[in-house]
């Protein structure tokens, strides 16, 4: 995903005269109407539910370096290095256009509630579950099947490993379902970004014609 906000042709015929002030206007006005698409488009995500993704965009304003232009351009992208930015960019079109997902390993492991997660707020994955509390047991439920974790209460919260020591000790162990496996999921339609990209396909036009009537 990918906006660009940019001056075609040139603009030093409707200024009176070339000057660093009407460049730095114009240049100026390019990078605020980048930034604040960038921002609806992180609040967008933010209303859908979708917690920091939005933290994935960025803009950039050209040329940049504290230089300005009667031929300025900026643009909106999903920040971070070709992988990264790549599985970023294909999330969000997921969510921008909805999408079918599926495993190239057979199965796609939704987690649910119960899964624990990982320093970094992620969900852990079906082999981290399994190395906390130990193998996971299956049970096939029509198209899906279910992994559960076999657990036992925490005395200071939470769950922990059912171990023999702690089944010896008369505390009860419990199946906790934590996964559940999918050959594939679809993902709805949550954001319409391309609704916030035509509207500026209008407003910025108009805040470039607002400064040429106030030059």
């Not at 969000?92 to 796609?108: P, Y």
Request: net charge positive; hydrophobic share 40%.
């Amino acid at each position: 995903m990918r906006a660009s906000v940019i001056i075609t042709g040139s603009l030093e015929k409707v200024f009176d005269e070339w000057s660093d002030q009407n460049a730095r206007r114009l240049t100026d006005i390019t990078e605020h109407a980048a930034s604040t698409m960038r921002d609806e488009m992180r609040s967008a995500m933010s209303g859908a539910g979708l917690g920091n993704l939005g933290r994935a965009l960025g803009y950039a304003a050209y040329p940049g370096g504290g230089t300005y232009s009667f031929h300025p351009a900026a643009e909106v992208f999903v920040r971070g290095r070709a992988p990264s930015a790549a599985k970023w960019e294909g999330i969000i079109d997921a969510f921008n256009e909805g999408a079918t997902i599926r495993s190239k390993r057979g199965w796609l492991a939704i987690p649910t509630k119960n899964c624990p997660k990982g320093s970094r707020g992620r969900f852990l994955t079906p082999d981290q579950v399994a190395e906390r509390f130990g193998p996971l047991r299956s049970v096939a439920k029509g198209r899906v099947v279910l992994l559960f974790a076999d657990v036992i209460a925490g005395k200071s919260g939470g769950v922990r490993r059912a171990t023999a020591g702690r089944r010896a000790q008369g505390r009860e162990a419990k199946l906790v379902l934590m996964f559940v496996l999918v050959r594939e999921t679809t993902i709805r339609k949550r954001l319409d970004l391309d609704a916030i990209v035509t509207r500026w396909q209008t407003r910025y036009p108009a805040m470039i014609a607002e400064a040429v009537r106030e030059r």
